[in-house]
């Protein structure tokens, strides 16, 4: 089964084919970022303008990069959640346009759990070993900090949320503070590399007892400490940014083997931009190891966002019905 997956939940416009939900047969990705650094964040307008300029062609690329012909496609899948409005509208509206010309069904995918799922994928000719289900399932993007328990595929049970800010985001601002430029994750990251220290402590909220994150105190106990301590002569932006990536990739660390803990799992997922931290990647792999638990993160490319991780997931609600009995993949808009 060959699903056309499209994504556009923010600045990304991506297509991509998987075939079975699990092989990549292309996977295209134009992106408006560029334009927004100077913002210091996305503009949604700029985003959704962007998004209708690429749209048309990203599919295009994708269809031609499988070399496969629309016939052989089976159904389209489209991000309907959690995203900027006017960048989703664009995708919804292409996808049931294509739905409806070509006839073809058109699955809804949540965005959030599809990062998920990009621990899934493999490219054409490759293969690798796929996580074992039930597994536990950390999130952590821009827009989302989440941990699921995983049973079977389509089934998602959320354990806990961000209350407040996302992980991504939150290294996002925090690079703003210390004028490290965005997007913020990889600045801090390599601002950090430099800055290994023990003498600043900044403490990430732990919200015992549930599964859930929060990350504004850290965010204000950083920008406090450079208040007070920018003018100082040993004052180090890299040591702050170590810290800071410490104390957030700890609580990471700690809620999500609590999490495979509680779920009596040995399989832990990782997806989202996040993902791509590499002290995250560590420290997740060391603690993993000590309790018994494999750690699968997403090849880079599927990380962040892509349309290869939408049309994957699409492919176990093919037979899934709605709330009134309709199979969803047989919905034709
Ligand atoms: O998943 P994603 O591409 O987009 C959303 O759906 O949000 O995640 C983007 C987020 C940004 O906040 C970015 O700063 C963060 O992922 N990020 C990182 C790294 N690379 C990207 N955070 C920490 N370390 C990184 N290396
Ligand atoms: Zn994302």
Do not use: W
């Not at 990304?12 to 079975?20: K, N, P």
């Not at 996002?172 to 800055?195: F, T």
């Amino acid at each position: 089964m060959n699903i056309l997956g499209i994504e556009t939940s923010c600045d990304e416009t991506g297509a991509a084919i998987v075939c079975d939900g699990k092989t990549v047969l292309s996977n295209i990705v134009s992106s408006s970022l560029k334009e927004h650094v100077k913002y210091g964040g996305i503009i949604p307008e700029i985003a959704s303008r962007r998004q209708l300029e690429y749209i048309h062609s990203v599919v295009d690329e994708a269809l031609k990069k499988a070399k496969i012909s629309f016939r052989k496609i089976d159904a389209i899948a489209v991000t309907i959640k959690p995203g900027l409005i006017g960048s989703l509208l664009v995708g919804i509206s292409f996808a049931k346009a294509l739905s409806y010309a070509k006839q073809k069904p058109l699955i809804g995918i949540d965005h959030i759990k599809s990062h998920l799922y990009a621990n899934f994928l493999s490219n054409k000719g490759e293969t690798q070993a796929l996580p074992k289900l039930p597994a536990v399932g950390l999130i952590v993007s821009g827009g989302h900090s989440s941990l699921y328990f995983i049973k079977r595929f389509p089934e998602f049970e959320e354990l806990g949320h961000t209350l407040d800010d996302a992980a991504g985001e939150t290294f996002d601002k925090v690079a703003r503070i210390l004028n490290l430029g965005y997007p913020g994750g990889p600045a801090i990251e390599k601002a950090a590399s430099q800055g290994a220290n023990k003498e600043i402590r900044f403490k990430c909220a732990d919200l015992p007892n549930t599964f859930n994150f929060s990350f504004s105190g850290i965010k204000t106990a950083v920008l406090y400490y450079q208040n007070a301590h920018r003018h100082d002569k040993m004052y180090s932006v890299n040591k702050v940014a170590y810290a800071f990536q410490k104390s957030v990739v700890t609580r990471l660390v700690k809620k999500s083997i609590h999490a495979c803990q509680k779920k009596g799992t040995q399989t832990l997922l990782v997806g989202g931009g996040v993902a791509a931290n590499s002290e995250l990647r560590e420290q997740l792999q060391k603690a993993a190891k000590e309790h018994g638990i494999t750690t699968f993160f997403p090849p880079m490319a599927y990380c962040t966002d892509n349309a290869a991780m939408i049309a994957g997931l699409a492919f176990h609600y093919k037979g899934a019905r709605n709330k009134k009995g309709t199979k969803i993949a047989s919905r034709v808009f």
